[in-house]
């Protein structure tokens, strides 16, 4: 698996994961799920995301670039 896809994978396990504690739990953790989509955003502009050093640190594969034909 690489990393953008353990990344895609662990974001959508705890959004859901937030969206059930809100529902059952309390509303107050959907904050957290704010916290995923702000921490998304930023890093598609920065390419940089916490996770995905960590991943990186966890010996997933970095996506290799596949050039098109021309």
Do not use: D, Y
């Not at 994961?17 to 998304?40: E, Q």
């Not at 966890?58 to 670039?65: I, Q």
């Amino acid at each position: 698996m690489t990393i953008n896809e353990g990344l895609r994978l662990i974001a959508g396990i705890f959004i859901l994961i937030s969206i059930l504690l809100a529902h059952f739990i309390h509303p107050a953790w959907l904050l957290f799920t704010g916290f995923i989509a702000l921490n998304l955003i930023q890093s598609a502009f920065t390419h940089w995301c916490p996770m995905m050093w960590l991943l990186g640190k966890l010996s997933f594969k970095k996506e290799s670039v596949i050039a098109e034909p021309s």
